[in-house]
């Protein structure tokens, strides 16, 4: 007698052959394994371009082999932080987290066979890879990538070669990039919202979806209504450079001595249709990551998690706060003083909820009987560096202060540490606890705690003292120190931040030897290797493909009900019947 | 998988420690002082270094309590083959502490508005001292009105750096004859200055440390800003926003001089 | 081990209020759909078309925000009359959308013919608006009016040229239906879906025309 409820439903057939099965499948583990893969490969570009940035800062006139000329020039240098920063926010950031776990586990935590629209997940998928070549085709069309930083601040990415190498052909590579890559992003969202709405299983309420459900969601809600902006702006941009528009681009420009045709356009316009996409952006880059702490933070301490209610209150918080501060990115852009308050009082805002889920985490961890497994340290890790990102952020949400550390290195530490590392230890963490259910093997733990330890400090290495070069007045983007002599004066930070970078790049072949080693060579994983409550957990490793072989589950309980009194084992699983639980 | 097996204490020891070691460097290096920001040369500067040590204190608060927090929090619950506590909530902990951030973070806000509003929402007075700043790819230029105290015409099409009308001051305007245009920015200590931003064709910054203030020089807009300068001396004038290739050498000098030695400028510049 | 005496029962704390399981499981749809994707319920395409109107809808305030802080912005904004074609493109979709209404309710009544008649009838007035469309694009440019022209015939030509694909999309799911049945989803969810979408585009025209033209 089956001790879990079923609904036996006509489960179509699995695709055969090669292409329907791992190329063009609609299966959403598939995709999301696509989406993994893609970000796998972005992640090392991203970090190949900050390696060079900072041998750069450091050894400005090295010879480096492959670079035309021999030398870096300011304008490469430039170009690399542009692609650095597209590629590590769109195509990591926004990926792996969402589009990657979000489509793997979504319709499996909350008991479905996959999602709504199998067809349209697909197209995301392939239009995101389209968006990706188009993207790094940019490094070789004629002027190279564009230097106009990920921002793209008009007129400076508006008039065409004319502004700097690689602003012609680079530069419009990168808009029709992205441009895709928005069609690509709403898809994704339209599918997670519907099927988070409509294919919940029998007693998988609101209230019992894991946080990491919650986290997609969200941050898909926040993709639906961001993107089309960023879309918006991106087809204006296009238009302002080929078709003779001037929406972001004034009379009277003078460049190289030439008046360019133009008449009337903002720029202002286009950093307010930007940064209204791109503050949401960079909690959607994030939320899924919180989602993840706190699901392995409750798993590996045999805890509930702490507050669950407010941690999903406070994640909706977040992202309806989130569209309304994009001002502070633009204190000092011109835009009038007085939606610089409102602005401000927002962002301070934000902090709350965020300082309710930090709290909430040692919540968690508090009382509970703390295994320390490698997707538990980086989700502790998270934690940590969560902190450390988000408090600097209180000072550049007041614009007072902000007017002193706008466009310092104060700034990049903080984004970082928050996105460039917090995240990124999120995408980690998931990686560590859902390898063995994706790929049916157990990753080596040996090298994981390696892969962490080195991590952990070597990313607070880079990015602590560069809060320091910040405050002493360091400015980013500079691709040499040699304008004032107090930046010179801070090399030896920067000597010391390069050589962290180095080691804890270095470091992270400890994942990808794991990663790659484990496909093939780990131990076979069981089907709930650590003994966690929800659904993903019931499944084979790695599911069939209906998930759950034709018998849905129906769920009985929330999804964290660690160390329940009376109950034989410390942990029930979502599905088990009441008067089935063993005492 | 036994589940009542004691992990090794190695671990936790080691992750609490190093989170132990994060706060006592963070905070040794923020205490010694080693990295500031040069002392400011105005009075609003002062008031933004207060409401900066204000927010130093409060989150150094917060960014200890909650690492040193973990740290134990980690190390003490270990397993050590103890049960774990089944809890979901504590109301009375959730209402503190979400009433202090609250309280904290928006307070903090508040109080920040002081010196914002003295910097942009109140305009430079009658009398202040006008100069134009025109950023363009990669150098700044610097216009004063001259002893007619009027500043002339500007037309674009008239650009040229490489006949020296680096601002395109418009030849048919008799106003501007008397322009005076100069790379670096010469201004008179204790006099309030009102600088008049503007930029020929992308996006720049006007950034000095020391006043504790930035701009962005935007094409197509005028900006004001406005300080009094208290200190004497000679200050880095930096572009912030990427402008192009030649952005990490966009510079220039900001020179406070005694009201004597301004007006000794000033007759020089006429001179010429 | 199932079937042992229970003492007190094990007490889990339910987060969100007691609850059982939902007592039906949601419902698959019927048919085979091929290709290896699960069947959804019906209404899933419902919300499915909700989401997609919220960021379809998000993209044209987009649009509609540039437009107004351009305007406000300088003194160039150089009046554009609307070409008169453009009055009667707007009745032609707002009499589609009630020839769409028709065409429903005829459905629901399994009056297929009439169902059929209207639907068709709907097609041919998308045809003619995306029809009208073009011609004032013509006439505009006849009279010199192009899209890089003047601020506001840039945003003339952008906001019908986005709204006319999405149109387009529209009058092509109009024939789709109309050509043959959707395997996936049945007839009264289909036309339930592009209704939502004809409507929510016949409403935006709607208002693209008042900002355009009304107000200066």
Same mark, same amino acid.
């Given at each position: 007698?089956?001790?879990?409820?079923?609904?036996?439903?006509?489960?179509?057939?699995?695709?055969?052959?090669?292409?329907?099965?791992?190329?063009?499948?609609?299966?959403?583990?598939?995709?999301?394994?696509?989406?993994?893969?893609?970000?796998?490969?972005?992640?090392?570009?991203?970090?190949?371009?900050?390696?060079?940035?900072?041998?750069?800062?450091?050894?400005?006139?090295?010879?480096?082999?492959?670079?035309?000329?021999?030398?870096?020039?300011?304008?490469?240098?430039?170009?690399?932080?542009?692609?650095?920063?597209?590629?590590?926010?769109?195509?990591?950031?926004?990926?792996?987290?969402?589009?990657?776990?979000?489509?793997?586990?979504?319709?499996?935590?909350?008991?479905?066979?996959?999602?709504?629209?199998?067809?349209?997940?697909?197209?995301?998928?392939?239009?995101?890879?389209?968006?990706?070549?188009?993207?790094?085709?940019?490094?070789?069309?004629?002027?190279?990538?564009?230097?106009?930083?990920?921002?793209?601040?008009?007129?400076?990415?508006?008039?065409?070669?004319?502004?700097?190498?690689?602003?012609?052909?680079?530069?419009?590579?990168?808009?029709?990039?992205?441009?895709?890559?928005?069609?690509?992003?709403?898809?994704?969202?339209?599918?997670?919202?519907?099927?988070?709405?409509?294919?919940?299983?029998?007693?998988?309420?609101?209230?019992?979806?894991? $946080? *990491?459900?919650?986290?997609?969601?969200?941050? /898909?809600?926040?993709?639906?209504?961001?993107? +089309?902006? @960023?879309?918006? %702006?991106?087809?204006?941009?296009?238009?302002?450079?080929?078709?003779?528009?001037?929406?972001?681009?004034?009379?009277?420009?003078?460049?190289?001595?030439?008046?360019?045709?133009?008449?009337?356009?903002?720029?202002?316009?286009?950093?307010?249709?930007?940064?209204?996409?791109?503050?949401?952006?960079?909690?959607?880059?994030?939320?899924?990551?919180?989602?993840?702490?706190?699901?392995?933070?409750?798993?590996?301490?045999?805890?509930?998690?702490?507050?669950?209610?407010?941690?999903?209150?406070?994640?909706?918080?977040?992202?309806?706060?989130?569209?309304?501060?994009?001002?502070?990115?633009?204190?000092?852009?011109?835009?009038?003083?007085?939606?610089?308050?409102?602005?401000?009082? $927002? *962002?301070?805002?934000?902090?709350?909820?965020? /300082?309710?889920?930090?709290?909430?985490?040692? +919540?968690? @961890?508090?009382? %509970?009987?703390?295994?320390?497994?490698?997707?538990?340290?980086?989700?502790?890790?998270?934690?940590?560096?969560?902190?450390?990102?988000?408090?600097?952020?209180?000072?550049?949400?007041?614009?007072?202060?902000?007017?002193?550390?706008?466009?310092?290195?104060?700034?990049?530490?903080?984004?970082?540490?928050?996105?460039?590392?917090?995240?990124?230890?999120?995408?980690?963490?998931?990686?560590?606890?859902?390898?063995?259910?994706?790929?049916?093997?157990?990753?080596?733990?040996?090298?994981?705690?390696?892969?962490?330890?080195?991590?952990?400090?070597?990313?607070?290495?880079?990015?602590?003292?560069?809060?320091?070069?910040?405050?002493?007045?360091?400015?980013?983007?500079?691709?040499?120190?040699?304008?004032?002599?107090?930046?010179?004066?801070?090399?030896?930070?920067?000597?010391?931040?390069?050589?962290?970078?180095?080691?804890?790049?270095?470091?992270?072949?400890?994942?990808?030897?794991?990663?790659?080693?484990?496909?093939?060579?780990?131990?076979?994983?069981?089907?709930?290797?650590?003994?966690?409550?929800?659904?993903?957990?019931?499944?084979?490793?790695?599911?069939?493909?209906?998930?759950?072989?034709?018998?849905?589950?129906?769920?009985?309980?929330?999804?964290?009900?660690?160390?329940?009194?009376?109950?034989?084992?410390?942990?029930?699983?979502?599905?088990?019947?009441?008067?089935?639980?063993?005492? | 998988?036994?589940?009542?097996?004691?992990?090794?204490?190695?671990?936790?020891?080691?992750?609490?420690?190093?989170?132990?070691?994060?706060?006592?460097?963070?905070?040794?290096?923020?205490?010694?002082?080693?990295?500031?920001?040069?002392?400011?040369?105005?009075?609003?500067?002062?008031?933004?270094?207060?409401?900066?040590?204000?927010?130093?204190?409060?989150?150094?608060?917060?960014?200890?309590?909650?690492?040193?927090?973990?740290?134990?929090?980690?190390?003490?619950?270990?397993?050590?083959?103890?049960?774990?506590?089944?809890?979901?909530?504590?109301?009375?902990?959730?209402?503190?502490?979400?009433?202090?951030?609250?309280?904290?973070?928006?307070?903090?806000?508040?109080?920040?508005?002081?010196?914002?509003?003295?910097?942009?929402?109140?305009?430079?007075?009658?009398?202040?001292?006008?100069?134009?700043?025109?950023?363009?790819?990669?150098?700044?230029?610097?216009?004063?009105?001259?002893?007619?105290?009027?500043?002339?015409?500007?037309?674009?099409?008239?650009?040229?750096?490489?006949?020296?009308?680096?601002?395109?001051?418009?030849?048919?305007?008799?106003?501007?004859?008397?322009?005076?245009?100069?790379?670096?920015?010469?201004?008179?200590?204790?006099?309030?200055?009102?600088?008049?931003?503007?930029?020929?064709?992308?996006?720049?910054?006007?950034?000095?440390?020391?006043?504790?203030?930035?701009?962005?020089?935007?094409?197509?807009?005028?900006?004001?800003?406005?300080?009094?300068?208290?200190?004497?001396?000679?200050?880095?004038?930096?572009?912030?926003?990427?402008?192009?290739?030649?952005?990490?050498?966009?510079?220039?000098?900001?020179?406070?001089?005694?009201?004597?030695?301004?007006?000794?400028?000033?007759?020089?510049?006429?001179?010429? | 081990?199932?079937?042992?005496?229970?003492?007190?029962?094990?007490?889990?704390?339910?987060?969100?209020?007691?609850?059982?399981?939902?007592?039906?499981?949601?419902?698959?749809?019927?048919?085979?759909?091929?290709?290896?994707?699960?069947?959804?319920?019906?209404?899933?395409?419902?919300?499915?078309?909700?989401?997609?109107?919220?960021?379809?809808?998000?993209?044209?305030?987009?649009?509609?925000?540039?437009?107004?802080?351009?305007?406000?912005?300088?003194?160039?904004?150089?009046?554009?009359?609307?070409?008169?074609?453009?009055?009667?493109?707007?009745?032609?979709?707002?009499?589609?959308?009630?020839?769409?209404?028709?065409?429903?309710?005829?459905?629901?009544?399994?009056?297929?013919?009439?169902?059929?008649?209207?639907?068709?009838?709907?097609?041919?007035?998308?045809?003619?608006?995306?029809?009208?469309?073009?011609?004032?694009?013509?006439?505009?440019?006849?009279?010199?009016?192009?899209?890089?022209?003047?601020?506001?015939?840039?945003?003339?030509?952008?906001?019908?040229?986005?709204?006319?694909?999405?149109?387009?999309?529209?009058?092509?799911?109009?024939?789709?239906?109309?050509?043959?049945?959707?395997?996936?989803?049945?007839?009264?969810?289909?036309?339930?879906?592009?209704?939502?979408?004809?409507?929510?585009?016949?409403?935006?025209?709607?208002?693209?025309?008042?900002?355009?033209?009304?107000?200066?």
């Amino acid at each position: 007698m089956s001790s879990h409820a079923h609904s036996a439903v006509h489960v179509p057939p699995a695709p055969t052959g090669f292409w329907r099965k791992y190329i063009f499948s609609v299966d959403h583990k598939v995709i999301g394994i696509q989406y993994y893969l893609l970000a796998l490969l972005s992640v090392t570009v991203g970090i190949l371009l900050s390696v060079l940035m900072r041998f750069h800062l450091v050894w400005p006139s090295a010879h480096i082999p492959l670079i035309p000329g021999g030398m870096m020039t300011p304008e490469q240098y430039l170009s690399l932080l542009t692609m650095h920063g597209t590629i590590m926010v769109f195509f990591v950031l926004t990926t792996a987290p969402q589009s990657g776990f979000g489509n793997y586990f979504l319709p499996i935590q909350i008991g479905a066979p996959d999602m709504a629209f199998p067809v349209i997940n697909m197209m995301s998928f392939w239009v995101t890879f389209v968006a990706l070549c188009f993207m790094l085709a940019a490094f070789f069309v004629p002027g190279g990538a564009p230097l106009s930083g990920w921002t793209t601040y008009t007129p400076l990415s508006g008039l065409g070669e004319v502004t700097g190498p690689g602003e012609g052909w680079g530069q419009t590579m990168w808009l029709i990039s992205i441009v895709l890559f928005c069609f690509a992003s709403l898809m994704g969202a339209l599918n997670f919202i519907a099927t988070t709405i409509d294919l919940r299983a029998p007693g998988m309420t609101l209230m019992r979806m894991p $946080l *990491t459900v919650w986290a997609w969601f969200v941050t /898909a809600v926040l993709g639906l209504l961001a993107f +089309g902006v @960023l879309l918006a %702006g991106g087809l204006l941009l296009i238009l302002d450079r080929s078709a003779g528009t001037s929406f972001f681009i004034p009379a009277g420009v003078v460049v190289n001595d030439a008046v360019q045709n133009h008449a009337g356009g903002s720029p202002l316009l286009w950093q307010h249709l930007f940064w209204f996409f791109g503050h949401p952006e960079v909690y959607i880059a994030i939320l899924p990551g919180m989602g993840v702490a706190s699901h392995v933070l409750s798993t590996f301490s045999r805890k509930p998690v702490f507050g669950y209610r407010a941690m999903a209150y406070a994640m909706c918080a977040i992202g309806f706060l989130g569209f309304m501060v994009w001002g502070h990115h633009m204190f000092v852009s011109g835009m009038s003083p007085f939606s610089g308050f409102a602005f401000s009082v $927002l *962002t301070m805002s934000i902090g709350v909820p965020s /300082a309710i889920k930090t709290f909430n985490w040692l +919540g968690t @961890l508090w009382g %509970g009987k703390i295994q320390f497994k490698s997707p538990m340290l980086f989700a502790i890790g998270f934690v940590s560096l969560f902190v450390s990102g988000g408090l600097s952020g209180l000072f550049l949400a007041q614009p007072a202060i902000d007017q002193y550390l706008h466009a310092t290195y104060y700034v990049v530490a903080h984004f970082h540490l928050v996105m460039g590392v917090a995240a990124i230890f999120g995408i980690f963490a998931a990686t560590y606890f859902w390898f063995p259910k994706m790929f049916g093997r157990m990753m080596n733990e040996t090298l994981a705690k390696w892969h962490f330890w080195f991590t952990f400090v070597g990313t607070y290495c880079i990015f602590m003292p560069m809060h320091f070069v910040g405050i002493a007045g360091g400015i980013r983007r500079y691709s040499e120190p040699s304008a004032a002599q107090y930046l010179m004066n801070l090399q030896p930070v920067h000597y010391f931040m390069s050589i962290a970078a180095f080691i804890t790049a270095a470091a992270q072949l400890f994942f990808f030897v794991n990663f790659f080693w484990s496909l093939k060579k780990g131990p076979i994983a069981p089907k709930n290797p650590w003994d966690a409550t929800t659904l993903e957990w019931i499944t084979d490793s790695p599911p069939v493909h209906d998930n759950f072989g034709g018998v849905y589950p129906s769920v009985y309980r929330g999804p964290y009900e660690f160390s329940v009194p009376g109950a034989a084992r410390d942990f029930i699983p979502q599905d088990v019947k009441p008067e089935a639980v063993e005492r | 998988m036994n589940r009542t097996a004691k992990g090794s204490a190695a671990t936790p020891a080691i992750l609490s420690l190093l989170l132990v070691l994060l706060v006592v460097i963070t905070a040794y290096v923020f205490a010694s002082g080693a990295f500031k920001a040069p002392p400011p040369i105005t009075e609003i500067g002062k008031q933004v270094d207060h409401q900066y040590d204000l927010t130093l204190i409060v989150t150094s608060v917060v960014f200890i309590l909650s690492q040193l927090g973990l740290a134990w929090v980690i190390f003490r619950y270990r397993d050590r083959g103890q049960k774990a506590e089944y809890n979901h909530r504590n109301t009375k902990f959730e209402a503190i502490w979400t009433t202090a951030t609250i309280v904290l973070f928006v307070g903090l806000g508040l109080m920040a508005r002081h010196a914002w509003a003295v910097t942009h929402l109140q305009p430079a007075g009658s009398d202040a001292l006008q100069i134009e700043v025109t950023a363009n790819q990669f150098v700044f230029n610097f216009r004063y009105a001259g002893p007619d105290g009027k500043f002339g015409r500007l037309d674009p099409k008239q650009v040229s750096a490489s006949s020296g009308n680096p601002v395109g001051l418009d030849s048919a305007d008799p106003n501007g004859k008397d322009d005076i245009v100069v790379p670096t920015l010469t201004i008179p200590v204790n006099r309030e200055i009102e600088l008049l931003i503007r930029s020929q064709d992308v996006i720049h910054n006007f950034y000095v440390r020391e006043l504790r203030l930035q701009q962005d020089a935007v094409p197509g807009m005028v900006i004001p800003i406005h300080f009094t300068a208290t200190q004497v001396g000679r200050y880095d004038i930096l572009c912030t926003q990427l402008c192009g290739l030649g952005h990490y050498k966009m510079h220039s000098f900001l020179d406070v001089v005694s009201e004597q030695d301004y007006q000794a400028f000033l007759k020089q510049q006429a001179a010429q | 081990m199932p079937g042992a005496v229970a003492t007190e029962p094990i007490v889990t704390i339910e987060v969100g209020g007691p609850r059982g399981p939902k007592s039906t499981p949601p419902r698959r749809g019927g048919g085979d759909s091929g290709g290896g994707a699960h069947e959804v319920p019906q209404r899933t395409y419902v919300t499915g078309m909700t989401i997609a109107l919220a960021g379809i809808l998000m993209f044209f305030m987009a649009l509609a925000s540039a437009l107004i802080v351009r305007k406000g912005m300088s003194n160039d904004w150089q009046n554009l009359t609307a070409p008169k074609i453009l009055y009667l493109d707007t009745l032609i979709l707002l009499a589609s959308s009630f020839t769409l209404v028709r065409s429903r309710r005829h459905l629901a009544q399994g009056h297929l013919d009439s169902f059929r008649y209207w639907w068709n009838i709907t097609t041919v007035l998308g045809i003619f608006f995306l029809a009208g469309q073009l011609i004032a694009w013509r006439q505009l440019a006849h009279a010199g009016v192009y899209l890089g022209t003047s601020p506001n015939s840039s945003f003339f030509y952008v906001f019908t040229a986005a709204h006319g694909i999405h149109l387009l999309g529209g009058v092509l799911a109009l024939i789709g239906v109309a050509l043959r049945p959707t395997q996936r989803m049945t007839r009264s969810t289909v036309t339930e879906v592009i209704s939502m979408y004809w409507h929510f585009m016949d409403a935006l025209w709607v208002f693209i025309f008042l900002l355009l033209f009304l107000g200066r």
